[in-house]
């Protein structure tokens, strides 16, 4: 009777995080990270200018969501943006220092040990707390040049 209720009591569970190469919760971090980055660059810049962007030296994993972020974020601080660097007031150079996540975890109690018995099958770890912290870190700079 014993063994009966056991077979019918127990479970499985399976995690499925994600398909893609980066998770959605590293995405987001990402993106949000750039928008700040992006959105603290236009504010150094004039409101009124017409500028070009030079996207030359701007490389990163992200570099295109990047760009459209910058560009978005001058057209909405006043920045006139041009297709045409003979026609900008101003040549703006951005520069991405860094797309990426940071993650820590914290775990007071035991971590789940490994089962040498039956491999896959995962023994639970004894948690008395446990905290995971991941945030989305993105550095970037730009150089305006007055155009002659």
């Known amino acids: 009777m014993l063994a009966a209720a056991t077979i019918f009591v127990s ?8 398909s893609p190469a980066r998770a959605a919760q590293e995405m987001l971090l990402i993106t949000a990270a750039a928008d700040r980055a992006a959105e603290a660059l236009a504010a150094q810049v004039s409101p009124n200018l017409t500028a ?7 490389s990163a994993q992200d570099a295109q969501y990047g760009l459209a ?3 978005d974020a001058l057209l909405r601080h006043g920045v006139r943006l041009v297709s ?3 026609k900008a007031d101003a040549v703006i150079l951005p520069r991405a220092g860094t797309l ?3 993650a820590r ?3 007071f109690g035991i971590p789940a ?6 491999p896959g099958i995962g023994i639970p770890a004894l948690v008395l707390y446990s905290q ?3 945030k989305g870190t993105a550095s970037s700079r730009f150089l305006q040049l007055a155009q002659e």
């Not at 479970?11 to 994600?18: K, L, Y």
């Not at 070009?52 to 701007?58: C, K, L, M």
């Not at 040990?113 to 039956?118: I, S, V």
């Open 11 to 18: 479970g499985c569970t399976t995690v499925r995080g994600t």
């Open 52 to 58: 070009w962007i030079d996207a030359s030296g701007f």
């Open 69 to 71: 972020t910058i560009q």
């Open 84 to 86: 045409d660097r003979a």
């Open 100 to 102: 990426a996540t940071d």
């Open 105 to 107: 975890s914290t775990l």
């Open 113 to 118: 040990p490994p089962n040498p018995f039956m």
């Open 132 to 134: 995971s912290v991941v």
